[in-house]
């Protein structure tokens, strides 16, 4: 018994000493664990800051030539993180940064990447257009204006709102012309095995300033617009596009609607310079047309009275503008029988009421008498309102 009481003493000492012997060593290994290098965290490279993570470490050293040549990292601490100033990263290739720490001094390599310079864009001035090449995998594109700071993110797919938002925007930008900024968007890096990207390459593009709108009137008389043949016409409201202008084109050519006989409807009618090859469409301009009024009234208590044959006037026809002045001129022709009216030409104007005394040479019978309120040009400054010249009114001598 005294026997095997010492060989129990003897195996329960080795037992103890193994299990202080592996706590020790526990211990320590626990200890060496804690001790672990440095990590890199998020990395934004909008401000150029990188996070490394201490673990433990109080400083952080740096190498930029191959571990040749160690710099204590300085930067803005929070917690366990040190927050690097990158800047010193060029963006022609990419730049390998090692780090390590005071207590652990395990090395860890850094790669922060190049910056891509594959985007190109190209903007065609005469339609308004942009071509994209060397995005990649990039879905979107970032663009401001060379005079402001913010970025604006817009998809590459034409049918997104974004990218129409984007087209609507440089429309304005045509107004007084203006420089863009366009690049890829940046991809801020989570860790060591994920650095992100930085924004790419800045493209800049020149959105040229559109020529003035063309100054088209309408002539009160000839009924004609002063437009040519490198124009283009809209009618608002029609629900057509854009149409190729002739040269002075007659009122009836580009709309019907304001005539009295079809409704004596308000039309607004857009102008512009067409593209060429070189520039881009004009700026608009937006010509107001008001219905037509009425023909002037003819017989007692009218505008005009008309007496043919009377015994004071034999063989004569005796025209009155009752209602004639300066602010209410008339405008009259003589169409003969058998003579094709040319509604622009032959128009004379009456601003009083002198009687007009017709000869049976100048009135033979069978000819057409056709009197209308002439026409006002607009003046802006004096707040007169163009108007077309009225209906006709007409009077056939027997």
Not at 44 to 49: G, P, S, V, W
Not at 189 to 212: C, E, F, H, W, Y
Not at 269 to 277: G, H, L, Q
Not at 295 to 322: C, L, S
């Amino acid at each position: 018994m005294k026997r095997n009481g010492l060989i129990y003493k003897l195996l329960a000492g080795a037992f103890m000493a193994c299990l202080f012997g592996f706590a020790a060593f526990s211990s320590k290994a626990w200890a060496e664990e804690a001790k672990t290098s440095v990590e890199v965290g998020a990395t934004d490279y909008e401000t150029l800051k990188m996070e490394i993570i201490r673990n433990g470490n109080t400083i952080v050293y740096s190498s930029i030539d191959n571990k040749k040549t160690w710099r204590e990292v300085e930067g803005t601490v929070s917690g366990d993180k040190l927050i690097m100033d990158i800047k010193f990263a060029g963006t022609a290739s990419n730049v390998s940064v090692w780090l390590k720490g005071d207590k652990d001094t395990s090395v860890l390599k850094v790669v922060i990447p190049k910056q891509p310079t594959s985007f190109k864009v190209k903007y065609d001035k005469s339609t308004g257009d942009f071509t994209f090449s060397g995005y990649g995998q990039s879905t979107e594109f970032e663009w401001h204006k060379s005079s402001d700071y913010n970025y604006k993110t817009v998809k590459f797919d034409k049918t997104d709102a974004s990218y129409q938002q984007f087209l609507k925007d440089i429309a304005a930008l045509t107004i007084k012309g203006s420089k863009i900024e366009m690049r890829l968007p940046g991809k801020p890096g989570t860790s060591l095995t994920d650095m992100g990207q930085r924004p790419g390459n800045v493209v800049k593009i020149s959105i040229p300033k559109k020529s003035a709108a063309p100054n088209i009137k309408l002539n009160i008389t000839m009924l004609t617009f002063n437009t040519r043949e490198t124009m283009e016409y809209q009618v608002i409201g029609s629900g057509e596009g854009w149409k190729k202008c002739k040269k002075n084109m007659r009122l009836e050519e580009v709309t019907t609607a304001v005539l009295y006989e079809n409704g004596a409807n308000t039309v607004k009618i857009k102008f512009r310079n067409a593209k060429t090859e070189k520039k881009s469409t004009s700026m608009e301009s937006v010509l107001i047309i008001k219905g037509q009024r009425k023909a002037p009234t003819i017989g007692a208590g009218g505008d005009v009275t008309i007496e043919a044959g009377t015994d004071r006037n034999e063989g004569k026809t005796v025209v009155t503008f009752k209602t004639a002045s300066k602010e209410n001129p008339f405008q009259y022709k003589i169409v003969k029988a058998g003579e094709t009216n040319d509604p622009a030409k032959g128009w004379k104007t009456k601003k009083e009421g002198k009687p007009v005394v017709l000869s049976e040479k100048k009135l033979p019978k069978g000819s057409k008498i056709l009197i209308r309120y002439m026409g006002v040009n607009a003046n802006v400054n004096k707040g007169i309102e163009f108007k077309l010249p009225s209906a006709c009114a007409t009077y056939t001598a027997g």
